[in-house]
């Protein structure tokens, strides 16, 4: 995430969120805990945006 604010994909704000959805993510591996997993999941309105525009930001840097 941090290369990506460093080549200009990300902006600041956009590298704090994805770090947090890596770290849901990570938390959410093997969990048991339901109130957790439902904390996360409220998150994912959140994450859906950041992650289409991860990948219409690689392909149009990809494009050249």
Same mark, same amino acid.
């Given at each position: &995430?941090?290369? @990506?604010?460093?080549?200009?994909? @990300?902006? /600041? %704000? *956009?590298?704090?969120?994805?770090? +947090? &959805? @890596? #770290? %849901?993510? #990570?938390?959410?591996?093997? *969990?048991?805990? /339901?109130?957790?997993? #439902?904390?996360?999941?409220?998150?994912l *309105? !959140?994450?859906?945006?950041? !992650?289409?525009?991860?990948? *219409? #930001? &690689?392909? !149009? =840097? =990809? +494009?050249g």
């Amino acid at each position: &995430m941090r290369t @990506f604010r460093e080549i200009g994909l @990300f902006d /600041e %704000d *956009t590298t704090v969120l994805a770090l +947090q &959805m @890596f #770290n %849901d993510r #990570n938390l959410t591996v093997h *969990t048991y805990n /339901e109130a957790l997993a #439902n904390e996360i999941y409220s998150k994912l *309105t !959140l994450y859906a945006p950041l !992650l289409k525009n991860w990948i *219409t #930001n &690689m392909i !149009l =840097s =990809s +494009q050249g």
